[in-house]
């Protein structure tokens, strides 16, 4: 690999949201949240499993909860028509998961207070070739904004390179 050639692959953040890694709200340690095990071939759309059923589950003290989808109303966000719906659709974004609410698992203040956060070891990867590359190219082909074009300015400041290196092996340590 390049060491320093980097060119965005165009992904969106919901391809990171098939297992988010938060903290437990029994225990404090690391859980899941996923798509429950029986849905997740069952959606053609990235927005089907979004609004799909989904699990957390806590490896360490066998903590478990459900969610399910919330029907829509107005004013409640974006909507999903579908059989049983419409759905509200989850916001992706943030240091929390966007269906329990909870704090991610993979987050650390860097770089003046700012929070680093990363949904799985995926999103972390992802971030990584990123931060570390000295060129960073366009994807291909071009479209509405992905992943990487959405960070913040201070994720993509050549001074903040060598901080957030740190608190991504951080991470990665921990995940
Ligand atoms: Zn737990």
Same mark, same amino acid.
């Given at each position: 690999?390049?060491?320093s050639?980097?060119?965005d692959p165009?992904? %969106?953040?919901w391809?990171f949201?098939?297992e #988010?890694?938060?903290r437990c709200?029994r225990c404090?340690?690391?859980?899941?949240?996923? #798509? &429950?095990?029986a849905?997740r071939?069952? @959606?053609?759309y990235?927005? /089907?499993?979004l609004t799909?059923? @989904?699990?957390?589950?806590? $490896? +360490?003290? /066998? @903590?478990?909860?459900?969610?399910a989808?919330?029907e829509? %109303?107005?004013?409640?966000g974006?909507?999903?028509?579908?059989s049983? +719906?419409p759905?509200v659709?989850? &916001?992706?974004? $943030?240091?929390?998961?966007?269906?329990?609410?909870l704090?991610?698992?993979?987050r650390?203040?860097?770089c003046?207070?700012r929070?680093?956060w990363?949904y799985?070891v995926a999103?972390?990867?992802?971030?990584?070739?990123y931060? $570390?590359?000295r060129? &960073?190219?366009?994807p291909?082909?071009?479209?509405?904004?992905?992943?990487l074009?959405?960070?913040? $300015?201070w994720?993509k400041?050549?001074?903040n390179r060598d901080?957030?290196?740190?608190?991504i092996?951080?991470?990665?340590?921990?995940?």
């Open positions: 690999m390049s060491e050639r980097f060119r165009g992904v %969106r953040l391809h949201a098939r #988010i890694l938060v709200p404090d340690g690391r859980a899941a949240v996923t #798509i &429950r095990p849905d071939d069952a @959606h053609r990235a927005v /089907g499993w799909a059923p @989904h699990r957390l589950t806590c $490896g +360490g003290c /066998g @903590h478990a909860a459900e969610w989808p919330r829509w %109303r107005s004013g409640l974006d909507a999903y028509f579908t049983g +719906g759905f659709v989850p &916001r992706l974004g $943030g240091p929390y998961d966007p269906y329990f609410g704090p991610l698992w993979l650390r203040r860097c003046g207070g929070t680093l990363a799985n999103h972390l990867d992802l971030l990584e070739g931060v $570390g590359a060129l &960073r190219e366009r291909v082909p071009a479209g509405s904004q992905t992943l074009e959405r960070l913040p $300015g994720m400041a050549a001074g901080e957030l290196l740190a608190a092996s951080v991470l990665r340590a921990s995940a």
